[in-house]
């Protein structure tokens, strides 16, 4: 931010990183405010040789915001930069969308994915055989004890997984898809963090 960036600071910092071997730094890019000063950062950055990996705010696949993410890269004018390496566009992603805070947000989608994939929930409840899932029109998602340990729930939390699976790529290609759309020159990651018991793979 305007308040907390010095150059004489970053400077110093980069001719000591240059020194000690270090090519690539990691950032958080953060609002229109910040432009002038990451501006600044990549022009000196690309003096010393080293590439920028950058935090894109507004470009997490769960939260996605289109505007403002777009908005940085063209604002910025990131996308003819050379010194950016890579955007990251999720902080350590395994730790937190599928958390146990956060896994009922995913509810609705879940349950849509059931109906999808076999037709409704009782006819999932007969094909997983776990008996402790209540009937009527929605399954909740599992606890904590069904991501971590054996059970009668294997396959119903199987198909969780898949689920897990199945929403992080579509949410992961459509933020990709976008940023794409203005940036078509660099690569696009995300920082995949610990792999905890309600971790995530991308199909796709």
């Not at 600071?9 to 229109?32: A, F, T, Y």
């Not at 470009?59 to 505007?67: L, W």
Request: hydrophobic share 35%.
């Amino acid at each position: 931010s305007p308040g907390a960036y010095h150059p004489e600071v970053i400077e110093r910092d980069l001719i000591q990183m240059k020194g000690l071997g270090i090519n690539l730094v990691s950032i958080q890019m953060g609002g229109l405010r910040q432009i002038p000063n990451l501006r600044d950062f990549m022009r000196r950055c690309a003096a010393h040789g080293l590439k920028v990996n950058g935090f894109l705010l507004g470009a997490n696949p769960t939260d996605f915001d289109e505007r403002l993410a777009t908005n940085l890269i063209c604002e910025s004018r990131l996308a003819d930069d050379p010194t950016l390496f890579a955007y990251d566009i999720s902080w350590e992603a395994g730790n937190h969308v599928f958390h146990p805070k956060n896994r009922k947000r995913w509810d609705g989608d879940w349950n849509r994915w059931i109906r999808e994939r076999y037709g409704s929930a009782d006819a999932a409840r007969r094909d997983w055989q776990y008996a402790a899932l209540e009937g009527g029109e929605t399954v909740r998602s599992p606890q904590d004890r069904e991501l971590t340990e054996m059970g009668d729930w294997q396959v119903y939390t199987a198909a969780y997984r898949r689920f897990m699976d199945d929403l992080t790529s579509r949410l992961w290609n459509n933020a990709h898809r976008i940023l794409k759309r203005v940036d078509s020159n660099h690569l696009i990651s995300f920082r995949q963090g610990n792999t905890l018991p309600y971790d995530f793979g991308l199909t796709g």
